[in-house]
């Protein structure tokens, strides 16, 4: 697999990908979709990865690096929409792009990196443990518009 950053001809297998992620999200049909992806790709702190085997992307991950005023100045990172297609999983793909996201936000001076999951399921957790992440070193809170 080739990990690299996602490029805009990527757009319609990212989003097939993101399907099997939230199935129940509706389609966007008014193009807002397409400038929030041109916007990503073209920012310095937002990393969107895929990873690619003949020519198909079979994993994604999305990496946020925020500038931050405490620990030294040291940015903080976030990993999100992280998918592996669903045919392919178990075999290393969500595991190798996360790793390289991770690697990315060392490499960027962050003095940690947060994910969160809103699967209940044991095996979800144990691979984000797999690739290094604790489950007790914080809690996370989400609020949610009313």
Not at 60 to 72: A, D, G, K, V
Not at 110 to 131: D, I, P
């Amino acid at each position: 697999m080739i990990i690299r950053e996602a490029c805009l001809g990527d757009f319609g297998q990212i989003l097939e990908l993101y399907s099997q992620l939230h199935p129940e999200d509706p389609a966007i049909s008014d193009g807002r979709n397409v400038s929030l992806f041109e916007s990503i790709t073209s920012s310095e702190h937002l990393f969107l990865f895929v990873g690619v085997v003949d020519a198909n992307i079979v994993a994604t991950c999305y990496l946020n690096l925020i500038p931050n005023l405490t620990r030294n100045a040291s940015p903080y990172g976030i990993i999100e929409n992280v998918v592996t297609e669903q045919k392919l999983r178990n075999l290393g793909y969500g595991k190798a792009i996360i790793r390289h996201a991770l690697k990315l936000a060392w490499t960027h001076g962050c003095y940690k990196v947060m994910l969160q999951t809103g699967s209940a399921r044991e095996a979800t957790h144990n691979f984000y443990k797999s690739c290094g992440f604790a489950a007790d070193d914080k809690f996370a809170f989400v609020a949610r518009p009313a």
